[in-house]
């Protein structure tokens, strides 16, 4: 089996270097329509194969896996045309740039019998993964909120909203670990850079169970954040993806009311009860990623993240620029 | 002069701790209706007097200014009766628990011309002061927005919502930096632990010029937290008072675009320009409000939180909790 | 009972502030020889009785406990007057300035049958205490080494070195949790700033059992710097003073071989296994120290850090002082 | 030109990896003398060319270059083998596992006319570099005193002491930044875990200038640490290779008398001026160093990091092991 890469630009190059040391690959083929990215990728990896020529490329029976890491709106018409062709296919997130087309691939997959994924990177990242077994195994108890902060140093896109390019992260990972979708959406933002395309974005979402989390997601920030707490009833966890040695805390914590009869003293206090950072391995997320992609092929499998959870996020997407355009909470009914 | 300080709960021992250190005043009355807590005072600070007569407390003459640390429910009726008995009142934040109480004492500062002043206390500590100094000095360029977050570690209020607990302080620190009010509040939030008292908000602000602020305040939180990012034009300032070493940072950065024509590598940068952290005065905010306060008795200076900075919270807090319970954004006039 | 505090200077006031609210005394009562510092601690806790005449305050029969917070230099004479006098004595860390007058006052105290306690307050502290606790349950295994930091904004001291400012508090820690003296101190330093006052010191010991440990001080550096590590068999600790959360931490982690043999990867990996931070109680060392003196006064129990403590870390300051100065080692008896 | 890797172990595949991206490279040949770990490389690198015959690889005219990346034993005939050969060498840190070898091997090249550089990689490192700019700068004024610490999760060598595994980063980088060597070294340890293989190791410096460095290097440690303070007359330098943020800050700072007859307070401090952290280039010290080697190459230009400074790092770690085993101090006479 071989394996395409569609788009050499900003993210390909990463999906390269993943899938050249893949064993289980018997070769990679990039295929971009500018010959003199492909010129650069041969330098960095010369066992590649590279095309400038689609058709071409799908047209290869020995090319089984197709992925996609082109911009967004093209992610509904590349990704039709390699699903015609039969192939499996992995679409960098979000998975398109709309709802329909976002439902389109996720039909024409099932009726093909063919693998789709999208590459919600950090449903295979280790903190995010250990995340959720912490919250299943029940340790925080019953979740109360979330609140998620995701922002860049000013690396701005000229297409799309901030919330187009970082809440899908926060989105897929919010639904990985709640095993659920909100019942609403709503969305406070500003264009401070560029007219019109909002670069600050502050969503609230209501989940049908009852937990509420908030996410700012913006471009312009004093430094790359990536910060999400999740407050339970028993316990408290902090995952900060910038953090080298404590990416996971566990906070341990009861509830105290401030008696207003009693005598009081200015409170110093910063914490209550035991902390614990779980060893956490360091497994690269994107590696995970690959792996899983082609062991669903391989296996027949359905991916983790699959075409019907990349539906899920670009629902949540479209519900949020929409409140944020409006200024209304957007209304969804909870997907399974 | 002398100084009483009615309430001897919570808050009340701090401004007697700092008010028996202040070499201007002649004696320190404490007054509760509790005789316990006056014993416990007592124990405490030898040389005040106290006494559970507030009628008696305010026809001393040698008493010209009254400080009210009761609970928010009683601001109005208790600064009333000090302001109608002509003393000069410092009243704890939030000024009042209304809109109409916080109004009726501002009309009555005036008309009996005594100095009403709220506890905004952190306007009179040194990081917030310095984060002032440095956007009136342009050196952030235009304000874009601001995010703001106040957590604490579970101490629970058993009669008002997080918002009139917390909120004062943010809502007091951004107008104080800001030099405006806001045109639009909304909110949404959770009651997670005791039924109809939210313990968890996120409320947006957006204001005349267009800056926008997210405030997240939280009586549930894995540990305290206490972080502003004010991101602007230029630079962009972190205010975290939890940080001992490092209050505040002023981090140099501009825009990027990332490029999707570009040729990328998974990007590992963390930040761009020079970080600087100011140096910053350790001199504690309760001491330079109390000699702000005595200051503005002896002078006639108008306080910098005056009754009228005291009313525009109580504005904002209001619309924050009814934008809250209804679920829509509240308007308001912008105030002077 | 009454307690005197004799020296009104640096540290002075703070030993008065605790004893003011020890409910268990009558009285305090204040020496110095210099009025003006009695007047201003007079406006400060204007409850305490102040007096420049020492002979005058030793003869009240009131005062039963006598705490002295005078120049090093001082400890010994005033320490033999409070003594002869029949006072229980409390004196401010190192116990004195030399071997000698450390023995004479140990003999002194015991022969008079009286309390002889020094100000080894980092052994009233909380996360010092926690630990000892950790490491007396055997958690860390066998100890290994004990690297300590214990550097200082520049607070120069004109008539001593650094070793004598700062080494007791280290010395003191390092006894009280491996409950074993020395056998061998060498130190390795400079005198940057003013000539023959040595304000950087590297000290190594050597204990009976193996442990070895290094301790940097020093009053020039970058920030405020208390940073202390355990490394033993089975896990790692460390106790960092300037952290406000997270004081005391606890490495879970086994030892790996660097196979040269292996096919390796560039080392991304900043830890093994969890990280756990116990909670910690966040008493006032310095109010835990003075109740714990005025208690051994009443109940006749041997202070935790008495007069022999005093005298052993007054013994590793003289040896780690002549290391300095010949640049030779130097060998120790171990005390018991 | 092509380059031989001699040595696919733990290091070996670094150097590979950056050596395939160098465009100037016509090829890269990999020798070692163990078949398997040939075919991972040609897994991992499949356009390198691989092989288990030296001799083959050094009569091989088109490779101008040879890497060495072998256990430290090794370095001295590996390396005259292939200057020997009349290759362009580069070895990894220590040059050599005596100084009689590093002698050698610094004579024979340029005997021979030919580069030999040594693998200080941090030399080739952004915030490294930017340290050495502002102590050049004189922006810290005289140096006073370094504290470094470099201590690793517990990888320990079989076959050396942590000092010739972990010092020569440090010594180097010390050489680097003051461009003297010293005339004395002591150093105190320990061998915890292996009888005879010290793993924790002090070692103190004294330089002709009179700058004192301390040295903590340790194979056990709680977590990776890489500290580097640099006190200097007029600021101070701290350089953390562990943060992702802020690697090098950089700290304002006057002297203070701690004066015994002011009446102070308890200090609660923790740095006095303003904190600077610059930016920092994000580039791989590899990719720089690697870079550098071929550039001297072509240029004819003497490496930074030449075989003298491989040399004098070589006879420092002798000294340090020395005063080791001994407890003596060694006394050098400073190298050019």
């Known amino acids: 089996m071989k394996a395409a890469v569609v788009g050499a630009g900003y993210w390909g190059p990463n999906l390269i270097r993943s899938l050249v040391s893949q064993r289980s690959l018997e070769g990679v083929v990039v295929c971009d329509k500018d010959p003199k990215r492909l010129e650069l990728i041969k330098t960095r990896f010369p066992s590649v194969d590279v095309s400038t020529d689609l058709d071409h490329v799908l047209s290869d029976r020995a090319v089984e896996a197709v992925l996609i890491a082109t911009p967004i709106s093209t992610h509904g018409p590349l990704g039709k045309r390699a699903l015609q062709a039969k192939k499996h296919v992995f679409i960098e997130k979000p998975l398109a740039g709309s709802k329909a ?20 990177t950090f449903e295979y990242s280790p903190p995010v993964q250990k995340t959720r077994a912490v919250i299943e195994a029940g340790d925080l108890g019953k979740i109360y909120f979330i609140s998620m902060m995701r922002v860049n140093l000013g690396l701005h896109q000229r297409d799309m909203s901030v919330i187009w390019d970082l809440a899908p992260h926060d989105f897929s990972i919010l639904f990985y670990w709640l095993r659920e979708t909100p019942e609403m959406i709503s969305a406070f933002g500003r264009d401070c850079v560029q007219k019109n395309i909002p670069d600050v974005a502050f969503i609230n979402v209501r989940f049908p169970s009852g937990v509420i989390a908030n996410l700012e997601v913006a471009w312009l920030a004093p430094s790359k954040l990536r910060r999400t707490a999740i407050v339970g009833e028993k316990k408290m966890l902090v995952y900060d993806d910038t953090e080298n040695i404590e990416k996971v805390k566990i906070y341990d914590q009861g509830v105290n009311f401030k008696d207003p009869e009693s005598f009081g003293e200015f409170q110093l206090s910063y914490r209550t009860g035991d902390i614990v950072s779980p060893r956490i391995s360091s497994a690269e997320p994107l590696m995970n990623e690959m792996e899983h992609f082609l062991d669903c092929i391989r296996t027949g499998k359905t991916p983790s993240s699959d075409g019907r959870s990349g539906l899920r996020v670009v629902e949540a997407l479209e519900a949020a620029e929409t409140a944020l355009k409006t200024g209304n909470p957007v209304h969804l009914s909870p997907k399974s």
């Open 101 to 120: 087309e976002a439902e389109m691939l996720v039909e024409l997959a099932e009726r093909n019998d063919r693998v789709l994924m999208v590459g919600h």
